[in-house]
């Protein structure tokens, strides 16, 4: 038998290196958020969610920036997006709520990390269909996972901001699990944040700088009421996301929308999947979009 050619593997410059590292900072979130869950410290459970949520984000962002892609780190980014977003937050809700109903409670915690697993096994796998019409790159297919996440968390930090316990009746807390665990595995188009602001116009720049100032100071003063409110305000935008995708389907029907109507960073936006110890050659993009 002749021998096969090994392939040399070449050193990765520490960079390429950058996205993965904040994957595996979400995942140590996720799981250190259920430790401090059984410890009864809920409040830094719920912020190391939160963190989690923004390693998240920039490990997508990094990637992008840095334009380096691979299966692999494709992969640890579905991993660590059920494990911080699938399990933590509902194990949170569990530990604090659902406990008083054991096995209903339980039941509900399998159900969130179940639709959860599905609807990141569904967003991965409609990443291979070659085409989708160009009104569809502004939206995800349901809720996605870290927004699953943080809207089961929000009773737990509307106790926080008010001191009250009547956010930590099991009721509520169940039926805002399975509405959320629904919301995953529905064909429901949700907004997608990173389509919404692939491109700030230069009029809007002061103005989002003034917002996002306004947003620091109001974290420093009362966080869990704006960490709430910052998830009302998403609550709010899922009925304008359906209407929006709506018109944009009819607009598609009609024949007057083509992929130049939409932003050029959108069509040719790569997803967040990073290269550990590859074979150092360019790896080949393919789709964007994130669970």
């Not at 509307?158 to 805002?176: C, D, H, M, T, Y």
């Amino acid at each position: 038998m002749a021998r096969r050619r090994r392939r040399r593997l070449r050193a990765q410059p520490l960079i390429h290196l950058v996205p993965n590292i904040f994957t595996v900072v979400s995942i140590g979130c996720g799981l250190t958020a259920i430790r401090y869950g059984f410890d009864q410290r809920f409040e830094f459970a719920v912020l190391l969610i939160i963190l989690a949520g923004v390693f998240d984000g920039l490990d997508g962002r990094s990637a992008r920036l840095l334009k380096i892609t691979s299966n692999l780190g494709a992969q640890l980014d579905s991993l660590a997006d059920f494990l911080s977003f699938g399990v933590a937050p509902v194990m949170l809700v569990y530990l604090w709520s659902l406990h008083q109903v054991k096995g209903v409670g339980w039941a509900l915690v399998l159900l969130f990390a179940v639709c959860s697993a599905l609807r990141l096994a569904r967003f991965n796998s409609e990443l291979e269909e070659p085409t989708q019409p160009p009104w569809k790159t502004r939206f995800f297919t349901g809720m996605p996972a870290p927004a699953a996440a943080g809207v089961i968390i929000m009773p737990m930090m509307l106790s926080f901001a008010l001191a009250e316990p009547w956010p930590r009746v099991w009721g509520l807390n169940a039926a805002l699990g399975v509405v959320v665990a629904l919301m995953m595995v529905s064909r429901l188009p949700t907004f997608s944040i990173k389509m919404v602001f692939v491109r700030v116009k230069p009029e809007w720049v002061l103005p989002m700088l003034v917002g996002v100032g306004v947003i620091v100071a109001a974290l420093l003063h009362a966080p869990w009421w704006t960490l709430f409110m910052v998830g009302v305000v998403y609550l709010i935008s899922l009925p304008i996301g359906l209407i929006a995708a709506w018109r944009l389907r009819r607009t598609y029907d009609a024949g007057t929308m083509t992929p130049a109507s939409v932003a050029p960073e959108v069509v040719g936006a790569q997803p967040r999947v990073v290269s550990i110890g590859g074979t150092g050659e360019d790896d080949q993009p393919s789709q964007t979009g994130r669970p």
